[in-house]
């Protein structure tokens, strides 16, 4: 776990940085390469656009979720540049982790004045999963 909290300060790091150089009112896309590109630079291993296929009935779906971004193949980032983030953000963030099988991610949304207020960290406990019915 300790990799895992050491890659999200990372990625917390590298997001006030874009943030600081950029500022609020840019494309999704654009702090996306710029993140994608600074955290480059510091050595992390990233992939953007990660399909995530669903799994049901023991079958591999392909159902068109991608992830923004995969840390070191650990910390799954999606990014935002809207008004106000809203649960339905937060939602997607915890179901790409559940179906990855990840255990961090991070809601990022650039579109604020302080990126601080544009950070929400998610946690899935696999720990508490409730067991599905047959």
């Known amino acids: 776990m300790a990799k895992v909290e050491a890659v999200g300060k990372a990625v917390l790091d590298a997001a ?11 494309l999704e896309s654009t702090y996306e390469v ?10 992390l291993e990233l992939k ?8 049901y009935r023991g079958k591999r779906i392909s159902a068109g979720y991608r992830l923004d971004m995969l840390v070191e193949r650990l910390v799954v980032i ?10 339905v953000h937060l939602a997607q ?4 982790l559940r179906l990855g099988n990840f ?3 991070y809601l990022l949304n650039f579109n604020v004045a302080h990126m601080r207020d544009g950070i929400r960290r998610v946690v899935y406990e696999h720990e508490y999963d409730i067991p599905s019915r047959p």
């Open 16 to 26: 006030m940085r874009v943030h600081s150089e950029l500022g609020p009112g840019l």
């Open 78 to 87: 999606e990014l935002k540049a809207v008004d106000e983030l809203n649960k």
């Open 93 to 96: 963030v915890l179901s790409y």
């Open 34 to 43: 710029c993140l994608a590109s600074e955290l480059a630079c510091r050595g």
């Open 48 to 55: 953007r656009q990660v399909e995530l296929p669903v799994c």
């Open 103 to 105: 255990t961090l991610g």
